[in-house]
């Protein structure tokens, strides 16, 4: 099973970014999938979550306090690919984003939950 994470970059503040996780070996739509970051310094948090449910209006979303209303988890699962929109981006979202996915949980917010784990893509917002 492997979890490939894309997407990451150099952005000006104020900016966007599309990060993208797709799956190989296992059928995603099946779990619930999140979105950590790891900043210099700091343990990894977790940003978003997606659960299972069809990824539709009905799935279970979850944002930390500091990216609501700025940050938009979703997916498609004929491509086995989850998406995390990052909009209005901050020098304080400057991390490292992984990837995570666990089966039977409908939030995923600790790290030691996550079955799976894809390699982190930097992203870096500075002007």
């Known amino acids: 099973v492997q979890l490939q994470a894309s997407g990451g970059g150099l952005v000006q503040p104020g900016g966007s970014l599309r990060l993208s996780c797709v799956a190989s070996?296992?059928?995603?739509?099946?779990?619930?999938v999140a979105w950590f970051r790891h900043m210099p310094g700091q343990p990894r948090e977790a940003v978003s979550s997606?659960?299972?449910?069809?990824?539709?209006?009905?799935?279970?979303?979850y944002y930390a306090d500091s990216v609501k209303g700025r940050f938009t988890i979703s997916g498609d699962n004929a491509e086995n690919r989850v998406y995390l929109q990052m909009n209005v981006l901050k020098p304080e979202d400057t991390a490292v984003y992984y990837c995570?996915?666990?089966?039977?949980?409908?939030?995923?917010?600790?790290?030691?939950?996550?079955?799976?784990w894809g390699q982190g893509t930097q992203v870096t917002v500075s002007s």
């Open positions: 995570a996915a666990v089966y039977g949980l409908s939030i995923l917010r600790k790290e030691l939950q996550a079955e799976y």
């Open positions: 070996g296992v059928t995603l739509d099946r779990y619930t």
């Open positions: 997606i659960s299972s449910e069809s990824r539709g209006s009905e799935a279970i979303r």
